[in-house]
């Protein structure tokens, strides 16, 4: 049997990412997931997933030493495991195992491109995240971006001369339809529950959600997330009115979300920059219309009037517009949002993008 390596940078990405895709390709490969250490999820995989995994320190952060490190020992495991194909997600397991791959001989490698960061950064930084970028695709001999709008970019900034091919329809790993369903809510409430659910950080565009719902009447808002201060950090007031503002209830990081996508009327997500963002397809899936930026990804996923509304990023205005419009019109959120669970089941169920991908593994291995 041929053997998948299958690498992240976080061992998070392969727990949240692939649910059950890896469990999928087994039936196929033999399949090893690879990220940093962490003893309790490096176990949860493995038991959930059936498959052995590696612990291997990869950090996020650009540590020329650590990095070095990381690529030595990437470098020994394939040659010791000797895989028929290495395939990466998140860019520093993009580029530190697409490099260690080829120099190691293996024959199929391949990285998926779930989002950029180079288009939001400027000057050096941004030269040195583009340099990045193109290693990974010299070093791969198979590119895949997740979705139409990163796929443009990468050619648009001439990442890549190599041919790119989303899978599917863009997303990485699908929708399980029957793990995030539709849920009974209330219909008598007056208060209209919005939901974020992401990164708390400036990027998300929670600084203009803070703007845009404090002129919201009868309205709550759940945000679910961590708080990466050290990475993009907010305002010392957008901060502090999340954790003292009223009618804003902070629940943090939370494996199972769909609690609070059920507890909730709209899903809002007025993020800057994404690849192909799973929590949209997650809040569509369980009936829940949604407001998010005309971005990449996002209108990749919105219809917009049909499953819910797309305003321009960094526009607070727009986005207290499209929030308090679904707001007042209760008829109206159920309508997109029974249109929303509709359009994901066709374009984005779990099986259409497994079956995709493993066709195009065993069309270039």
């Not at 940078?9 to 940093?36: C, M």
């Not at 502090?240 to 990081?253: A, D, E, H, N, T």
């Not at 199972?256 to 899903?267: G, K, M, S, T």
Request: hydrophobic letters at 40%.
């Amino acid at each position: 049997m041929k053997k998948v390596i299958r690498v992240a940078t976080s061992p998070i990405s392969l727990d949240l990412l692939l649910r059950g895709q890896l469990q999928f390709l087994n039936n196929y490969y033999e399949v090893v997931g690879v990220a940093s250490p962490d003893r309790e999820i490096h176990r949860k995989i493995s038991e959930r997933e059936g498959i052995r995994t590696v612990e291997l320190g990869i950090e996020r952060k650009i540590s020329l030493i650590k990095d070095l490190k990381s690529l030595i020992d990437l470098y020994k495991l394939f040659r010791r495991e000797k895989p028929d194909i290495v395939h990466s997600l998140t860019p520093k397991a993009g580029l530190l195992s697409m490099l260690a791959a080829w120099v190691a001989g293996v024959p199929v490698r391949i990285h998926t491109f779930t989002g950029l960061i180079f288009p939001w950064r400027k000057g050096y930084m941004c030269k040195l995240l583009k340099l990045m970028d193109r290693l990974t695709c010299i070093s791969a001999t198979d590119i895949i971006p997740e979705g139409e709008g990163v796929r443009t970019e990468l050619i648009n900034s001439r990442i890549t001369k190599k041919p790119l091919e989303v899978l599917a329809n863009g997303n990485i790993n699908g929708i399980d339809l029957e793990y995030f369903k539709p849920a009974q809510r209330k219909q008598a409430d007056t208060v209209t529950r919005f939901v974020f659910v992401g990164r708390i950080v400036r990027d998300k565009g929670i600084e203009e959600l803070k703007e845009a719902f404090a002129r919201l009447n009868n309205a709550e808002l759940i945000l679910v997330g961590p708080f990466e201060q050290e990475l993009n950090p907010l305002s010392e007031s957008c901060y502090q009115w999340i954790r003292q503002g009223k009618q804003v209830r902070y629940v943090g990081f939370k494996e199972d979300i769909r609690p609070y996508l059920a507890h909730a009327d709209v899903f809002v997500f007025p993020s800057h920059r994404e690849g192909f963002p799973n929590t949209l397809l997650q809040a569509g899936a369980m009936g829940l219309p949604a407001i998010a930026t005309n971005i990449c990804g996002c209108n990749e996923i919105i219809i917009h009037g049909a499953t819910g509304l797309l305003i321009e990023p960094h526009n607070p205005n727009q986005l207290y517009e499209a929030m308090k419009l679904l707001a007042e019109n209760p008829a109206l959120r159920k309508k997109m949002g029974a249109i929303a669970r509709k359009h994901i089941a066709e374009r984005f169920s779990q099986q259409q993008v497994w079956n995709a991908l493993l066709e195009f593994y065993q069309d270039v291995s």
